[in-house]
C-alpha cells in the first residue's frame, strides 16, 4: 500500500529503454560496439540495482506510463538480434539481480547455425589472410586490426546506405572476395551464434526473459517491397508466437533510426495487434500514435561504467 501510494507520487513519466546486442566473456576478435563484455554488463546491472532502478518489463512499462502509474527510476532492459550469449552469458546476471528482460529475435538464424550480415562481416574481415578488399570499385585496407575495424565501419554504412533490403548479398560477395567461408556456421560456443528454438522456448516458459521479433534477417525495413515487408515482419512474428506459444505486444525495429521504417510498417504491426514499436532514436517521450514509438538508448560496448552512470542519471532527468 505505502508503496502504491509512493508511486502514484512519482515526478517521473518516462521509462529509461535500454538496448543491448551480445554480452560476451573476453574481447571480439574486432572492436565491435555491438559485443558488450560480461564484466561491463555486470557492473552496469550492478550499477542499476544500487540506484534503486526499477527494472519492468517493456508491456508493464509501457502500460503504467500511459496510466500514470510508473514508479520512479524505471528501467526497461532489451537486447536485439537474439544472440546464443544472451542466455548464455547475459540472462543470469539479470536473473541474479531480479531483473526482467526482453529478447528482440532475428528468427531466420533459430535452429540454424547462421548469423546476421553484420556478425558475418566482422568474422570475415577478422579471419581474412587478405591485406585489402576490392568492392564497388573502391579498395579497402586491412593491413592491421585498427585498418580492419575502420573499413568494417566504413562497409557497414555503404551497405546500410546502399544495400539496405538484402545487406547479405553484399556479404556474399565480400567473403568471396576475401577467401573466406561464404556464409559460414558458427559453432555453438561462438559470440556469433544465435538463439535455438529450444533455448528460446525453455527460457520463455522459464519466465525469466521474453520474446518478440525483430525481423527475420535485419534488413532495413523501410527498404523493402511490400511482399519482403509482410515476410520479415509478418514472418518474423508468426515465429515467435509459434517457438515460444504466447503472443507478443513489442517489435524492435532493425537499425530503428526514424528513416528505417515507415507508415507501411507501423501499418503491419498494429494490424497484427503489436502495439510497441522499439526505435533506436534517443530515450524520449512516447510517440501518440498506434504502435506507440519507444526511443532506446543504445549501450555501446565501449562505454566506461562512468559514461553508462551519468548516461542513466540524466535520462531520469530529462524523462520526467
Ligand atoms: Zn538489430
Excluded at 119 to 146: I, M, Q, V, Y
Excluded at 178 to 201: H, K, N, T, Y
Excluded at 254 to 277: H, K, M, V, W, Y
Aim: one cysteine or more.
Amino acid at each position: 500500500m505505502q508503496e502504491a501510494r509512493s508511486e502514484k507520487r512519482s515526478q517521473y513519466s518516462y521509462p529509461l529503454v535500454l538496448c543491448y546486442h551480445a554480452v560476451i566473456d573476453g574481447r571480439p576478435p574486432l572492436d565491435d560496439f555491438c559485443f558488450l563484455p560480461r564484466s561491463n554488463f555486470r557492473a552496469q546491472i550492478r550499477f542499476l540495482s544500487l540506484i534503486g532502478a526499477r527494472v519492468l518489463s517493456v508491456e508493464e512499462a509501457v502500460r503504467r506510463t500511459r496510466d500514470g502509474t510508473l514508479p520512479p527510476r524505471s528501467v526497461v532492459v532489451t537486447f536485439d538480434d537474439g544472440f546464443k550469449n544472451n542466455i548464455d552469458v547475459a540472462l543470469p546476471v539479470l536473473t541474479k539481480a531480479g531483473m526482467p528482460a526482453t529478447i528482440y529475435v532475428n528468427t531466420a538464424f533459430t535452429d540454424t547455425a547462421k548469423s546476421t550480415w553484420a556478425s558475418r562481416l566482422t568474422f570475415a574481415l577478422s579471419n581474412t589472410e587478405k591485406s585489402s578488399l576490392s568492392f564497388h570499385g573502391e579498395e579497402f585496407d586491412l593491413s592491421s586490426p585498427a585498418a580492419r575495424v575502420e573499413t568494417k565501419k566504413t562497409l557497414s554504412a555503404f551497405i546500410k546506405e546502399n544495400m539496405a533490403g538484402e545487406p547479405w548479398t553484399a556479404l556474399d560477395e565480400i567473403e568471396a572476395s576475401l577467401d573466406v567461408e561464404v556464409d559460414p556456421d558458427f559453432p555453438s560456443d561462438s559470440i556469433f551464434r544465435m538463439l535455438g528454438a529450444d533455448q528460446i522456448r525453455e527460457a520463455s516458459d522459464a519466465g525469466h526473459v521474453s520474446f518478440a521479433a525483430h525481423t527475420r534477417r535485419h534488413p532495413i525495413v523501410s527498404a523493402l517491397d511490400d511482399d519482403a515487408l509482410l515476410e520479415e515482419i509478418d514472418g518474423s512474428i508468426k515465429d515467435i508466437e509459434r517457438i515460444t506459444g504466447r503472443p507478443t505486444a513489442s517489435f524492435a525495429f532493425p537499425n530503428g533510426r526514424q528513416e528505417d521504417f515507415d507508415d507501411r510498417s507501423l501499418t503491419l504491426l498494429a494490424d497484427r495487434g503489436i502495439d510497441i514499436a522499439l526505435t533506436t532514436s534517443a530515450p524520449n517521450r512516447f510517440s501518440t500514435e498506434d504502435p506507440v514509438q519507444v526511443g532506446r538508448f543504445v549501450v555501446g560496448s565501449r562505454l566506461p561504467l562512468a559514461g553508462f552512470a551519468s548516461r542513466v542519471l540524466h535520462a531520469f532527468w530529462k524523462l520526467r
